[in-house]
């Protein structure tokens, strides 16, 4: 790897970490009912607005029973609404481009894409939705998805924090205050920035300019039945056509950037996400969106730790997390720098003053490859799912740390909020190890690690890679699920794992080339983002409820200390080893094989 | 219920906060503050931004095809069904190992449109952006162009350096992205700057 | 019983009948009570069908490659059943010798309830209710029991903390008593109250050799991760088969397009069996309920007997010790430490004349003053018996000792009964002396006052004696994050000064068994685990409270039933060692776990490369090990089964306990067993691997 590429990661990181206490904090202090620097003063009536029609109280707090019933009910709810919406925007307004209706089992895809805060795209985005299904539809899952995340989250902190209760607070107002005071105000500040860098954000119809250079292309003859029509020679029938004019896409596009880069959400206005120069105009936006998918879960570390009254308990968990990241990033980096072996004799791929060199297949000049390779991590780390390059056309080794850190669980920074609930499960778990290792029963922040709370850990740390490696198992090997893959052999292996690890764990990124719009795959892939949103959703919040209801155990020297580089050092270890031992056959069938055989060439 | 209620209220509540008022604040932002790239960033044949739609050659941030050897070629896109198409945006999603032969039809149109050019060939040039819709390449890229196009419009090499680097947009504030050159743009001033010769030339074959 | 603590690790009766159980254990049902062997079991029916089909000649691979994972299957079951089988012998072993050493205990049991009545010695062990014995000055009282005829002073130090004897006779509310105290002087008539079998110890020895064990708390919550591990390996593994088809139909298709012919074959049941074997935590799931039984067994070996593998566990969690002062933190019984003479004697006069007093005076103090006159003022010791003196023994009824000779009359005994005695010839007890005897009292010490006929002498002070060595066992006990506290009826200043020398944390002073029952119940509910030792009939509401309660066997029957667990040393120091075996127990539980999963990582170099060498042949450059194509799963598995055995000891014996803070020892835990757990398989691999091949 080059200097470059070490300066821009640092660069980044450097950038992230200075952000996180003060976002941090301010978080803690929604969470706390604190004063929010004068917002709590513009926006409090919208809030009080909500609670009083909803007929809740502030002070209402309900056990993780009703917490969990109500978050199901309303994520429900999403998932009915993004459907519906998708099945009849043809008769709603904001329709300039006409989209016809979405078929049930993409917008049943879709609908439990967006409510589940996966965002896989099975659809082409500037070719089927309608403004108001972006706005009303997937913009508004893409806010109360995210703020579900970090309700539950807010739930679990204060399982961990508090004892001998059963409250963990109450669902509507964490979401609420989420939305209004978290990720409304962040993604509007970040949605002017990106207007500027040249995002954009109309509601008239698509532009059509006419173009410097028209050109031609050729395309098979149909016939009425929208079949190729065949010569006498069985040659098919070819028609030539002329392009003097562009038609460009456009829409309501920074409002929804915004929340979908910071919401960890990912599903962008159009097909190919960030790689598209106006959703991601320019290397300063390309490095603030970046920013953004990572802002909020490394934040949350810092507020769990104010939340738990020991802030090394954020830090910890948040240097586990940025270990992982660099553990992925710097060979990412390397190998899309390197470049693609087969192509060294046909062109240059060395960086110069130049060009960045490297893969540049399915990137953008803008970007290059060292930016396109930190976002590619950072959008599998966290449950992102955006891309600004195409992560099918990667070199097979700098495929494979995208492709493992979305098998790691999502815990690496993660979604907002699930990030951090699932590392923390993670803790619990290197806990309990490391608990018997120095002999005592496991305690986490003074609280007794037991049977139950072990059965819950691991049905959460099973759900994701068993969703993963069945879901590729199905598809591998049914008819309609191998029709899914464009490219051939191993690479095809990759392409259905990759699809399918990153709906069971909620990223929503994606080997692009997988052709996963077809009933076989909108079906499967929904069922898995629901399983693995829910089931870890559940299960979260039955600890949060068994640990608010234990007592709190002073620590002492025979307490394991859960702030140390030692620990660090643990959790890394626990998730590391989980995502190695579930997932190596299966890489060793995919990236590791293509890219052994590629470097045999 | 206790949680029917607040489930539909909250629900409709924050799709009204999120879904209608913030979009449509945004919107009413961008129109005060930055009309030009909320309408998509137009520009116009003299490369001056414009909200005009009859008036506009593009966008200044969408590519467009140049496969004709007057032109800096843009780079290869996959869209379909032809490239550039700016209304359905797509990579190749090529794996790397079947990446070779396409790379190597690309490698031979570079080849063939200027066969003395032997100096190698800058790897973006030959490989499809990830949106298909790349207004950029590397200076490299067009750099490795001079020589044909000087040919073709009678161009001193000098000129076209001065051309591209007038179009060359630095790294954000030195320090994001890619130095990268606008190939929409660089076309359209190499068409004010040399108005051809391209007409005494037959106009080259296309692809 | 030292003779437990000598038991080699594979002693060759155990080892014998643990062979045996090796296979009874086959039943399906055991197997089923532990989720990670019971893949095993299947796994092993399963490839023993794939050998019989195998043998009809269609099989999947080679008969003798089938074979020959099938066998090391099956040893594996049968390693991970001789480890528990093992565990529980020695158990049975040690409950053996617990019921000889417990029948060895003599009685002189009597006919009648009269002290005259014909004697018979018999064993402590046959008495029954309704059997009468009698106990003379040195006897152990063998049982519970009442006394039926005379009066007697009984140490009962070691069971109530109270140093001073206590007067127990026939009749009234003094005639209740406790099996293993000892008779000091007189002598009782017993009759006692227990049969045998009923004894708390025959009880404690029928759990053990039950093995009925229930799975602890802990052990459960660990049995629920393993099994979560065992099902993500399960899926990894089966998952293979689909992807391994898509990958040779795949190849195969090329294959065939460029006309060669399709070799690409999916990967074989059998390696897909062998592979979830390996990666399965074959090597804790088998060790684990040795490790639980082995935990009770060295408590035993301890001889700490545990009613339930739950109080070993919680013991390892204990933050706070509760320790009585007498018998844990000082000596049982109290040392001569100064001589206060009265006005107008001398000091020496007064160490001369104890040491006369005390000469046959066999009693742990009476020596101590023998002891402190010689060190002190270099009196010898004198022979008693070549002075002509006659000595003239405690009893009940005078409360006093001494001796005469040459006119002399020479007491010591409580200020109060020699007050008496020279009042009684005439003397004075001089105010100057009554003042030291209160002194000495308030400062928590005793005072025995010594008289030569009618005139007072002086005073002996007695004192508290802190154990050698239990400061440093208290800072060991800081270190490992547990606070002590020092229980004691003493007053608060004199307890402050003993509960400073001795190095604990805190002290209870004039500790009622209310206020123990308090203390206990306030570090609960400040979340914290609480152990006492105890004994007395008053302990009893403590020890029901604190979450680790170990009865003295010497205590009464109501302080057994209500801790749980029973010392039968009565070594009120032994808390600190049962803290120590419930953290070993639980850090080899953690340590092997670890070790098993930090094996995995070897095991798929060993098999991947082979697996899809049909498919993928490229994938043999992951083959770091250089194994043999041949041999290479065969190996991983025979190293998996191995490595049970090889650690038998350490689940028996338990990992090495250091009193460390938490931070160390996962430190060295982790280093060991960790690290060490993703190297050692490596190097163990490779090595039978190459003797696979020599062979």
New interface residues.
């Given amino acids: 790897m080059t200097t470059t590429g070490l300066f821009q990661i640092a660069l980044y990181l450097a950038v992230l970490l200075l952000l996180v206490k003060p976002l941090g904090s301010f978080m803690a202090r929604v969470y706390r009912f604190q004063p929010l620097f004068g917002l709590d003063l513009a926006l409090g009536p919208i809030e009080h607005l909500t609670y009083k029609l909803c007929g809740v109280r502030k002070d209402d707090e309900q056990n993780w029973k009703t917490y969990a019933l109500s978050c199901l009910a309303f994520n429900l709810l999403g998932v009915l609404a993004v459907y519906v919406l998708q099945r009849v925007q043809t008769m709603l307004p904001l329709n300039p481009a006409a989209m016809s209706a979405v078929s049930p089992d993409s917008s049943f895809n879709t609908a439990t894409s967006f409510a589940t805060n996966t965002n896989w795209q099975g659809y082409v985005g500037e070719s089927t939705m309608s403004y108001l299904t972006q706005m009303l539809g997937l913009t508004v899952q893409n806010f109360v998805s995210a703020a579900t995340g970090m309700a539950v989250l807010a739930a679990l902190i204060r399982g961990i924090a508090r004892k001998t209760t059963d409250k963990l607070g109450s669902f509507w107002v964490d979401l609420t205050r989420s939305t209004l005071y978290i990720l409304l105000p962040l993604s509007a500040l970040l949605a002017i920035v990106l207007l500027w860098q040249g995002v954009p954000q109309t509601f008239s119809k698509y532009k059509t300019a006419n173009v410097l250079q028209p050109s031609s292309y050729t395309t098979p003859h149909l016939d009425k039945d929208n079949t190729p029509v065949k010569d006498a020679k069985g040659n098919p029938v070819m028609d030539t056509v002329n392009v003097a004019t562009q038609s460009i896409a456009v829409g309501p596009v920074a409002s929804q950037i915004a929340i979908k880069q910071l919401g960890t959400n990912g599903g962008g206005f159009f097909n190919v996400n960030s790689a598209h120069p106006l959703e991601n105009p320019t290397g300063l936006s390309n490095f603030l969106e970046v920013l953004a998918i990572l802002l909020i879960p490394a934040a949350l570390c810092y507020t769990f730790g104010l939340m738990v009254g020991d802030k090394r308990q954020g830090w910890t968990v948040l240097a586990a997390m940025v270990i992982i990241f660099l553990a992925l990033v710097i060979p990412c980096v390397h190998f899309e720098q390197s470049g693609n072996p087969t192509l060294n004799a046909l062109a240059d791929q060395h960086e110069t003053a130049l060009q960045p060199g490297g893969n540049m297949e399915g990137k953008e000049a803008r970007l290059g490859p060292i930016n396109s390779a930190i976002w590619a991590v950072a959008t599998t780390g966290a449950s992102n799912g955006s891309v600004n390059s195409m992560h099918d056309s990667f070199t097979p080794l700098g495929g494979l740390c995208p492709l493992w850190m979305i098998q790691l669980s999502e815990v690496v920074f993660g979604g907002v909020g699930s990030g951090l609930y699932g590392m923390l499960i993670y803790v619990i778990v290197a806990v309990f190890i490391a608990g018997l290792m120095v002999g005592r029963t496991p305690e986490y922040l003074g609280k007794k690690i037991e049977s139950y709370e072990m059965k819950m850990a691991a049905i959460i740390v099973l759900v994701p890679p068993a969703l993963c490696l069945i879901g590729t198992a199905i598809a591998c090997v049914s008819p309609a699920g191998l029709l899914g893959p464009s490219n051939p052999g191993i690479h095809g292996f990759s392409e259905m794992l990759y699809g399918m690890s990153s709906q069971g764990n909620n990223n929503g990124s994606a080997f692009a080339g997988l052709n996963a719009n077809t009933p076989f795959y909108n079906l499967l892939g929904g069922i898995l983002m629901l399983f693995s949103r829910y089931w870890i959703v559940v299960p979260t919040l039955a600890i949060a409820g068994s640990l608010a209801r234990k007592k709190l155990i002073p620590a002492s020297a025979g307490t394991l200390p859960t702030h140390t580089p030692l620990f660090v050092f643990l959790l890394v270890s626990t998730v590391i080893l989980v995502g190695a031992l579930t997932f190596l056959p299966a890489l060793a069938l995919g990236p590791i094989v293509e890219h052994l055989k590629l470097i045999g060439l | 219920m206790?949680?029917?209620?607040?489930?539909?209220?909250?629900?409709l509540?924050?799709?009204l906060?999120?879904?209608?008022a913030?979009?449509l604040?945004?919107?009413l932002?961008?129109n005060v503050?930055?009309r030009h790239?909320?309408?998509?960033?137009?520009i116009d044949?003299n490369g001056r931004p414009t909200v005009d739609?009859s008036a506009?050659?593009?966008?200044?941030?969408?590519?467009?095809?140049?496969?004709?050897p007057q032109?800096f070629w843009s780079?290869p896109s996959a869209t379909s069904?032809?490239?550039?198409?700016?209304?359905?945006?797509?990579?190749?999603?090529?794996?790397?190992?079947?990446?070779?032969d396409t790379?190597?039809s690309r490698?031979d149109a570079l080849h063939q449109a200027d066969p003395a050019n032997s100096s190698?060939?800058?790897?973006?040039?030959?490989?499809?952006?990830?949106?298909?819709?790349?207004?950029?390449?590397?200076?490299?890229?067009a750099?490795y162009q001079i020589s044909r196009i000087s040919r073709i419009r009678r161009m001193d090499a000098e000129q076209l350096h001065a051309l591209i680097a007038r179009h060359t947009?630095d790294?954000?504030?030195g320090?994001?992205?890619?130095?990268?050159v606008n190939v929409?743009e660089l076309?359209?001033e190499l068409?004010q700057v040399a108005s051809i010769a391209a007409a005494s030339q037959p106009a080259a074959t296309?692809k | 019983m030292s003779s437990a603590k000598a038991r080699p690790l594979f002693d060759l009766p155990i080892v014998k009948r643990a062979i045996v159980d090796s296979f009874t254990k086959l039943n399906p049902r055991h197997q089923l009570r532990n989720p990670v062997m019971f893949v095993v079991f299947l796994g092993s029916i399963l490839t023993t069908g794939l050998y019989v089909h195998a043998l009809t000649g269609q099989g999947e691979a080679k008969p003798s490659f089938i074979l020959g994972v099938t066998l090391w299957l099956w040893f594996t079951v049968l390693f991970a059943n001789f480890a528990e089988a093992m565990a529980e012998g020695r158990g049975k072993a040690q409950a053996d010798t617990l019921r000889k050493a417990r029948r060895d205990t003599p009685a002189k049991k009597l006919s009648a309830p009269s002290r005259d009545a014909q004697q018979s010695s018999v064993s402590a062990a046959t008495l029954r209710k309704g059997d009468l014995v009698l106990c003379e000055p040195g006897d152990y009282i063998p049982a519970d029991g009442e006394v039926a005829d005379g009066v007697a002073s009984v140490d009962e130090s070691a069971i109530t903390g109270e140093s001073a004897p206590v007067i127990r006779e026939s009749g009234g509310d003094r005639s209740s008593v406790t099996g293993g105290t000892r008779v000091l002087s007189d002598w009782l008539v017993i009759r006692i109250g227990v049969n045998p079998g009923e004894a708390f110890l025959d009880r404690m020895i029928s759990m053990v050799e039950g093995a009925k064990r229930q799975k602890t708390p802990n052990e459960i919550a660990l049995n629920i991760l393993l099994a979560g591990f065992t099902i993500v390996c399960l899926l990894a593994v089966v998952t293979l088969m689909p992807y391994s088809i898509y990958a040779a139909n795949s190849v195969n298709v090329a294959l065939i397009a460029a006309s060669q012919p399709a070799t690409a074959a999916p990967v074989t049941t059998t390696i897909l069996v062998a592979l979830l074997v390996c990666l399965i935590p074959t090597t804790i799931g088998g060790l684990l309920s040795a490790i639980g039984i082995a935990g009770m067994d060295r408590m035993i070996q301890k001889n700490v007997i545990a009613m339930s593998g739950r109080a070993v566990e919680a013991a390892g969690d204990v933050d706070v010790l509760l320790l009585d002062k007498t018998g844990t933190i000082t000596l049982g019984n109290r040392q001569a430490v100064a001589f206060h003479p009265s006005n107008g004697t001398h000091e020496r006069d007064v160490a001369d004349a104890a040491q006369l007093s005390s000469l046959a005076d066999e009693t742990p103090e009476g020596r101590s003053v023998v002891v402190l006159a010689k060190e002190k003022y270099g009196i010898r010791d004198r022979q008693i018996h070549e002075m002509g003196a006659h000595f003239v023994p405690f009893t009940a009824q005078t409360r006093m000792s001494g001796v005469n000779f040459d006119h002399r009359m020479i007491r010591k005994g409580a200020a109060a009964a020699i007050e008496a005695h020279v009042q009684s010839l005439g003397g004075e007890f001089p105010a100057e002396v009554q003042a030291t005897v209160e002194a000495i009292s308030r400062q928590g010490g005793t005072p025995l006052v010594v008289a030569d006929g009618p005139k007072v002498l002086g005073t002996i002070e007695l004192k508290d004696i802190v154990k050698g060595g239990i400061k440093e066992r208290f800072a060991e006990l800081r270190a490992m994050g547990i606070k002590t506290v020092m229980i004691t009826g003493d007053n608060p200043l004199t307890a402050a000064a003993i509960a400073a020398e001795a190095g604990v944390d805190d002290f209870l002073a004039q500790a009622t068994p209310e206020a123990k029952l308090k203390l206990i119940r306030d570090y609960q509910a400040g979340g914290r685990l609480v152990a006492m030792t105890g004994d007395g009939t008053y302990d009893a509401p403590a020890l029901a409270q604190a979450d680790v309660a170990v009865a003295m066997n010497t205590g009464t029957q109501a302080a057994k039933e209500a801790g749980n667990m029973v010392d039968l040393d009565s070594n009120p120091t032994k808390l600190i060692e049962v803290v120590e075996t419930g953290k070993q127990l639980l850090m080899t539980r953690g340590s092997l776990t670890t070790f098993s999963i930090a094996n995995d990582v070897s095991k798929y170099f060993a098999i991947i490369p082979v697996m899809f060498a049909s498919t993928y042949p490229v994938l043999g450059k992951l083959n770091i090990m250089h194994l043999s194509p041949g041999t290479a799963v065969l190996s991983a598995l025979i190293f998996n089964a191995l490595i049970i055995i090889a650690l038998i000891p350490i689940a028996l014996r338990g990992v090495k306990y250091r009193p460390k803070p938490a931070s160390v020892l996962l430190w060295n835990n982790i280093l060991v067993y960790g690290i060490g757990g993703l190297i050692i398989p490596f190097i163990g691999i490779k090595a039978i691997d190459l003797l696979v091949n020599l062979v």
Wanted: some cysteine; proline content about 7%.
């Fill in positions: 206790k949680i029917i209620r607040p489930t539909i209220i909250c629900f509540l924050l799709s906060i999120t879904g209608i913030y979009p604040a945004i919107t932002i961008a503050g930055f790239q909320a309408e998509g960033s137009l044949k739609e506009a050659v593009g966008s200044f941030l969408i590519g467009q095809t140049f496969d004709q032109y780079r069904p032809m490239p550039y198409n700016a209304a359905a945006s797509s990579g190749s999603n090529i794996g790397p190992s079947i990446l070779g790379v190597k490698v190698p060939i800058p790897i973006d040039l030959v490989t499809a952006s990830g949106s298909g819709l790349d207004p950029h390449e590397s200076v490299a890229a750099d947009q790294r954000a504030f320090l994001f992205g890619e130095k990268v929409l076309n359209l068409d296309t």
